[in-house]
């Protein structure tokens, strides 16, 4: 049946004629998504270029697509004493992690909170809207974390707190309620319990879902640092972007100090330095983009359109 639909549909798709303010307006178009897909990527070219210009042409002449002075001295700075591949290392396992319990927990959240035979879910739903509508404050958190929790100096400060978030469960309730409740009732009368049809029947259909929330929980544990800069103070080996940012404001601070004077510039590549560490921590979790991006286009839509 599906295979006759898919028929009927190519049939009448070739039998559609293009006329030529068609072709015009397609042209149109297929010329102002590639003007906007190169003015997406140039900055990106920029800073991969800047990265290995050297720091007295960057001072001199800004930065440049094409390097004038080719050296690879910020990304030696960045490399020098190997603690950048223990972060790398300690970035890739707590994103794997996070991202894993947290789209677990976020999934089965909001999954409940969309069952109509759960009694309190309108109450729990406000309540977790409700704290993404007011926050206590810095004060009141670093002391729950550090004095009531204890986790001052350890991984936890940093893995927990990102692991849910309250529109991340808002998002995926909202993807839940595209599943069909006749299903889970199905299962039901088949004899599976609750947690059963939850991962045999709602989570393969939660995939956009799954995607959507999955690329927002591992952006947010690779991107973070803020954390990491109140809790892991005395950590050696610190995730991939607060060390970064400790070998930036190093080596500005070496630079601005009064020992500068009888440092050279190009031992000291503070400008350079910045496009080497955007470089390095771009560029490997941009390539989870087209992994997820089918089913990331997909979620959004869903999620947005579902009340």
């Known amino acids: 049946m599906a295979k006759d639909k898919d028929y009927i549909l190519e049939n009448t798709t070739s039998k559609i004629k293009l006329t030529a303010s068609d072709y015009v307006i397609r042209g ?63 970035t890739i396992v707590m994103t794997l992690i996070g991202t894993g319990i947290g789209l677990f927990i976020c999934a089965m959240t909001g ?24 926050q206590a404050g810095l004060a009141p958190y670093y002391l729950l974390m550090t004095q009531t929790y204890n986790l001052n100096n350890s991984y936890l400060a940093v893995l927990l707190p990102l692991m849910v978030s309250s529109w991340l469960i808002i998002l ?3 993807f839940a309620k595209s599943i069909p409740h006749e299903l889970t009732e199905s299962g039901k009368i088949d004899g599976a319990g609750d947690f059963k049809i ?38 050696d080996v610190l995730p991939l972007q607060y060390r970064l940012y400790k070998i930036i404001n190093e080596a500005q601070s070496l630079k601005n100090s009064v020992a500068s004077q009888y440092v050279t510039v190009d031992s ?6 910045k496009m080497a560490t955007a470089m390095m921590t771009t560029g490997p979790i941009i390539f989870l983009y087209p992994f ?16």
Do not use: H
């Not at 999954?111 to 007011?134: E, G, K, W």
């Not at 000291?268 to 330095?273: A, G, K, T, V, Y």
């Open 172 to 174: 995926m309730k909202n």
């Open 198 to 235: 939850f991962t045999a029947i709602v989570l393969p259909m939660l995939k956009p879902g799954l995607a959507t929330v999955g690329l927002f929980l591992a952006l947010g544990y690779w991107n973070e640092w803020y954390q990491s800069s109140l809790f892991l103070q005395n950590k």
């Open 292 to 307: 997820v991006q089918r089913y990331f286009i997909g979620g959004i839509t869903v999620g947005a359109v579902k009340g």
């Open 28 to 90: 149109i178009g297929y010329v102002f998504i590639t003007l906007f897909a190169i003015a997406s990527i140039f900055p990106f070219l920029i800073i991969l270029g800047s990265s290995f210009e050297s720091e007295e042409m960057i001072i001199a002449k800004g930065v440049t697509l094409i390097p004038r002075q080719f050296t690879t001295a910020a990304y030696e700075l960045v490399i020098k004493g190997g603690t950048i591949w223990a972060s790398y290392g300690l």
């Open 268 to 273: 000291l590549p503070s400008e350079s330095l």
């Open 111 to 134: 999954y409940a909170l969309q069952r109509r035979d759960f009694p309190y879910r309108n109450a729990i739903s406000f309540f977790v809207y409700f704290t993404s509508l007011f």
